[in-house]
């Protein structure tokens, strides 16, 4: 008589397999160890997830321990000895369990603290625990599901080959079909959504930003670009900075009106025709008669960090042009996954357009040129200095904040650092070319001559989108141990595989939503002793340079009204 083969997706499929007593302690255990502190504090909700990821994980990685014992016929231990190993077991994990649980509260207000945040109390317990059993069940399911329609393959292929050609076949089918499904039709729908849930925000006028009406401007009198083109953040960004007399105010007199040039997405249909547009509004605003020039790569929805660009203005006198082209509608976090070919192109048709007509000028006439970008616009400014011949393309320097975990050159710099310098701020071929600094430390603290480029890396030892890496599932970081750890760090944090990654990575989303000068917002201070160190302007001392520091940490909001007769 033929068997019965339920089809795929009915009951039965799902209740086949009971729970696995190994799945089960190596789940709790995972779970116990992802309430330990990561890099930043986490509201419950995340923590939920965190710990359903990490329970669903340790279920998975037991059960198919246990399954593989069973596969190779090892024998079950059995009588009093079994009792005990499982007793052992079990005990182990409600320990940790209770401890874990005991200690969380307190370990995620050691964070808290450093950062100057509020306290917590035991309240969010409830709210972890539901999310954690949900995320896990949900998980669960998943698997299950997947498991189904592998033994559904394997059967039917049983029929007509061997039982260890069928298993093997039907896992690789089943791998592949949900790969698949997975970067076919989820990822790109998901992109394609996010696409056109965030376009339409790109067009939204934020109260107080007004066009300009100084021809300095993008988007002002006689400008290439048309205001309505600009999109959110480049509106946002030429409406905004110091004025003429915000500068006067700080370096006593003689300020000019920044130039600020930028480009929208809708501003051209391509890369390179942004490019040669930004170029055209450089020279029309004057750009190239500017003592200094900066090429801003932006983050992805085209934001650039105040943070980063009003300083320079200052320790310039306004005598300065900052040049940005948008690439993307998404948010950072999106546009990390989905927009770095974007970044990159954008970055290198920019520069190359820019950089080509700046070389054709008189040395001693023609402004500094330098590079800045913060987070995935780091990532385009290291797609041009990798693409570049320093010796016979010089620039004059650059800036990274919080550059991304998917870029390169930050990540060799860092594996071939100095010996005896940390992981979190590495010294690199004696600091003669790039160098790196933090809230805390300078560029300026590595010893040694500096070269005629100058390239500073602006890290926190506390971003993870600087610090996630896959290779946290199964390798303890450099940047955890006890002699290379940041002072934003906590002392509490530790390495456990898999979990420790999961942690995280479920950190990127919460990485701008922490106090400043921690995770992945950078103040105006450690951007303005950055600029100092790569464009050495003169002037400054230390007492003026704090009286700057203090004037930009009181700031209003970023998009003021800039009139024709700052000029």
């Known amino acids: 008589?033929?068997?019965?083969?339920?089809?795929?997706?009915?009951?039965?499929?799902?209740?086949?397999?009971?729970?696995?007593?190994?799945?089960?302690?190596?789940?709790?255990?995972?779970?116990?160890?992802s309430l330990a502190p990561s890099l930043l504090p986490r509201p419950s909700v995340v923590q939920g997830v965190i710990s359903g990821v990490s329970l669903a994980v340790g279920y998975g990685a037991g059960a198919g321990l246990a399954s593989l014992r069973d596969y190779l016929g090892i024998p079950h231990l059995r009588g009093r000895l079994h009792e005990a190993v499982v007793g052992a077991w079990v005990a182990l994990c409600v320990g940790m369990l209770v401890l874990a649980g005991w200690?969380?509260?307190?370990?995620?207000?050691?964070?808290r603290l450093l950062y100057g945040m509020p306290p917590i109390g035991p309240d969010g317990w409830p709210l972890v625990a539901a999310v954690t059993v949900l995320v896990a069940a949900a998980l669960l399911l998943l698997g299950r599901s997947l498991a189904a329609a592998f033994r559904s393959v394997r059967r039917r292929l049983g029929r007509r080959l061997p039982r260890r050609l069928a298993t093997l076949l039907g896992g690789v089918l089943v791998v592949v079909a949900m790969w698949a499904a997975f970067s076919g039709v989820l990822v790109t729908g998901f992109f394609a959504g996010a696409n056109a849930l965030f376009a339409p925000s790109d067009q939204v006028v934020s109260a107080g930003t007004r066009a300009p009406t100084s021809p300095v401007r993008s988007g002002g009198p006689g400008s290439l670009v048309?205001?309505?083109?600009?999109?959110?953040?480049?509106?946002?960004?030429?409406?905004?900075?110091?004025?003429?007399?915000?500068?006067?105010?700080?370096t006593g007199g003689g300020a000019r009106l920044p130039v600020r040039v930028y480009v929208g997405l809708r501003s051209a249909d391509t890369a390179a025709a942004r490019a040669q547009l930004v170029l055209r509004e450089l020279q029309r605003t004057g750009a190239f008669d500017r003592k200094v020039l900066v090429l801003a790569t932006t983050t992805g929805t085209g934001y650039?960090?105040?943070?980063?660009?009003?300083?320079?203005?200052?320790?310039?006198?306004?005598?300065?042009?900052?040049?940005?082209?948008?690439?993307?509608?998404?948010?950072?976090?999106?546009s990390l996954l989905a927009d770095q070919d974007s970044a990159r192109q954008t970055s290198q048709a920019v520069f190359a357009a820019v950089h080509r007509y700046w070389s054709t000028l008189p040395e001693a006439s023609r402004p500094r040129l330098y590079l800045y970008g913060l987070s995935l616009g780091a990532y385009g400014v290291e797609s041009i200095l990798g693409s570049m011949n320093l010796i016979n393309e010089p620039i004059d320097g650059a800036l990274l904040v919080g550059p991304p975990f998917v870029s390169p050159v930050h990540a060799q710099l860092t594996a071939d650092r100095d010996p005896g310098s940390p992981a979190t701020l590495p010294v690199f071929g004696n600091g003669r070319t790039v160098r790196f600094a933090s809230e805390s430390q300078s560029a300026q603290r590595t010893p040694g001559p500096w070269g005629p480029t100058r390239i500073v890396y602006l890290q926190h030892a506390s971003d993870p989108v600087v610090f996630f890496s896959t290779d946290l599932a199964f390798t303890p970081p450099a940047w955890l141990r006890e002699d290379q750890r940041g002072p934003d760090v906590s002392p509490r944090m530790g390495w456990f595989p898999v979990v420790t990654m999961v942690q995280v990575l479920l950190d990127l989303p919460g990485a701008g939503s922490v106090p400043m000068g921690y995770g992945h917002l950078y103040s105006a201070p450690a951007n303005l002793r950055a600029w100092v160190g790569i464009t050495e302007p003169?002037?400054?001392?230390?007492?003026?340079?704090?009286?700057?520091?203090?004037?930009?940490?009181?700031?209003?909001?970023?998009?003021?009204?800039?009139?024709?007769?700052?000029?």
Do not use: C
């Open 1 to 33: 008589m033929q068997r019965f083969e339920p089809p795929l997706g009915h009951p039965s499929h799902l209740t086949e397999a009971r729970f696995s007593g190994p799945g089960l302690v190596l789940g709790g255990i995972f779970a116990a160890a």
């Open 103 to 111: 200690k969380q509260v307190g370990w995620q207000n050691d964070i």
């Open 226 to 250: 048309r205001w309505e083109d600009l999109g959110a953040e480049g509106r946002g960004f030429v409406s905004g900075g110091p004025t003429v007399s915000d500068i006067d105010a700080v």
């Open 304 to 334: 650039l960090d105040r943070n980063g660009t009003d300083p320079l203005e200052y320790l310039w006198n306004g005598d300065t042009a900052i040049a940005g082209v948008q690439y993307s509608y998404l948010p950072s976090w999106i």
């Open 538 to 567: 003169t002037g400054w001392d230390a007492a003026s340079l704090d009286r700057l520091a203090a004037v930009l940490a009181k700031r209003p909001h970023p998009y003021g009204n800039i009139s024709s007769s700052s000029s």
